[in-house]
């Protein structure tokens, strides 16, 4: 066995005095001839050996490893994995740390390289080739709901990946498949493919790296330039930022026993500031502000679920856009409970006091999951509180003058809900259908008359004395339900939208073009519509869009049918002048044009029904095969069946053929050409076929012979 150095070969490969020596070209050199096909030169530690032909069989079998997509895409998960480790991590509004899941997609496939939270990084590793349209697809789907929390991290190759994995993968399935062997030549060449797979992943490292450098972070249809830094401490930190929006509302963690500490303070004035960190308990008035925010998303989400649990609200109020922690959410729970905003059911007894009983079932999280929380609508009402209720009653639903007494504001308020809630509930379909600006508003005012309803009135002085999102979430509702009434705008609205979804179906006509560039217009003004949460301010201009789009249909069945009849009348005009057509008889012109006067569009309606029947058939009669294709063959069929039987054509003009060697001159031909027709069924055209041969008898020689063919 004959060991050779690098250096040392390097050094008979470049053996000019002052010659300067390429390494990379040396290693290129062996590298060659390590792969040739019965040399057994092998790198083993670091240096070149001719090894017996022992190896020979191994690296033939390691040659005809071919590496799975899956064994590439796990290589290359485990060096995307090492490279990140830890998970990236960003801080937002200097208390909360944000952990981001990272997913690696290959070839179109998903893998989890870090479990996601709340955030997720989809990394993927591109070559510039392919860059422009692998973003313009993100570009795409970051925009839509479902990827809302999703950065998709777009890396920029500077060569192709493949090569490197799968020399990686064959390094490591040979290795693996020989781990007992025991002839130390192999095990040497073992060694070597492991440390060559080091080396690859090494290689891959640094591409991966490069392309880091050379990458964009896009996120909900919006692109940043990033590099292996800015990508986390730029790009992931403002995203979060974003996604997590109103984390700041209640920015502070709690401590574990702020619950029961609380309780320790009957006199709220003199409850420390580390208790009160967002100000929401005023001290010097001894009163707790219920508009703060935090307190209101709280109340919002109670109010939608009319009753939830505290583990239905400790997850939602962890999540994203709040983040918030699970101790400053029974926090906020108890000032509410303090401040009668809610109550809460323990253990199936109602509590309305933040006592012993309530203390202790939010003194822990896992007590605090088990609570029912509903709003207090039971709370004491002042003398201004019920007349504003009345006032409010009266206000909206046009009652008649109310006693701010609690039994009569009930009556009255449950006469107007068993009437107002059908109303919302028949519009509610066509709200979630569009999804409009206001549904949530919408929504809560259903909630908020369904609770008066089912108390028989009995929270209506609350909800209308106390509660001014009621007043705002019935004020909107009642806005809508009047202006739908008088306008139909949610009507207009579907009636709208079924156009422009149906006009999208119709095919791509040049004759259509200017209706499709009308109702491409007609759809954005329509998403403007649906965006805007005050509907019934732009009643009129809604109905004025739904006129516009009538006329548009209208304008495009009289246009198309005017542009269609004069391309048909233009293709009888082709028809009846098809070279031949003279020669047909009389009854057969007229059964070609009776056939040709049936082409034609008629205006029925001016309905977008009318228009796509008008489209079928004018598409019917151009298609390949279609009606017009078969009256030009029913043509073609009857003009040959006319055709003369024979046909000849007289003999062209003599041409000298070159001479041979000994300048003779081969004789020219001058063949006659006779068609005949491919079907002779009658006597007179085989009589026809006859005369003329007999009228050549004498014509015909070997210089002059008769060449037949078949007139298609």
Sequence with gaps: MTSI???????????????????????????????????????????????????????????????RESEKADVLQEQLKDMMSPAPSVNVY????????????????PYMIFATQSLKLNVRFVTGADFEETRQLLLTESAKKENERTLYWLCTLAKDKEDLLQEI???????????????????????????????????????????????????????????????????????????????????TSMKGDCVTTLAKYADITTIPTALNPFGIIDTKKGIIDPSYSAISELKDFIAYRNETTGQELTTHFEKDPYGWSKDTIRYLVALMLKASIIQIRVAGKDVTVFGETAVDAMSTNNNFNKISISLNTDGELSVPELLKAAQNLTALFNSGRIAPVKDQIAQEAL?????????????????????????????????????????????????????ADCYEAFRYAIDICNCDKQSNILSSLKHIEKLTADSKKLPGLQQLANYRKQMVNVDQLLSEFVGNPYLYKVASEITELKDQVDSYVNEACIAFQTECNKAIAQTKEEITHTEGFGKLTETEQQVIITKTDELNLEYSSPTLDNLQNMVNKYTTYYIQGGDVDKIRGQVKELVAKHAPAVVTTPPAAPQTPPADPNGAHEPAKQPRQMKLKRSLTTRDEVQQVITELQNHLDDVSEEHPIEFSINE
């Design 5 to 67: 150095c690098h250096s040392k070969t390097s050094v008979h490969c470049y053996n000019r005095i002052g010659g300067s020596v390429d390494k990379p070209k040396v290693r290129e050199i062996l590298d060659e001839i390590t792969m040739s096909d019965g040399l057994t030169l092998q790198e083993i530690d670091g240096k070149y050996q001719f090894m017996t032909n022992a190896i020979l069989g191994i690296r033939e079998e390691r040659n005809k490893i071919i590496p």
């Design 169 to 251: 993968v064959r390094c490591q399935t040979i290795k693996n498949r020989h781990l007992n062997e025991t002839n130390k030549e192999i095990q040497a060449y073992l060694r070597a493919q492991q440390d060559m797979a080091e080396e690859k992943k090494r290689d891959l490292n640094k591409l991966l790296r490069d392309a880091w450098n050379n990458s964009e972070i896009i996120f909900r249809g919006s692109p940043q330039q990033v590099n292996a830094d800015t990508y986390k401490t730029v790009a992931l930190k403002q995203i979060a930022e974003k996604v997590f929006n109103k984390y700041p509302m209640a920015a």
């Design 94 to 109: 200097s208390t909360k740390t944000i952990t981001a899941g990272v997913e690696l997609t290959e070839r179109n496939r």
């Design 415 to 467: 006469k107007k809900m068993t009437r107002f809630l059908p109303q919302l509930n028949r519009l509610l379909p066509d709200f979630e259908h569009f999804q409009l600006e206001g549904l949530q508003l919408f929504k809560q005012a259903i909630n908020y008359a369904q609770r008066i309803k089912d108390t028989e009135g009995g929270d209506a002085a609350f909800l209308l004395g106390k509660d």
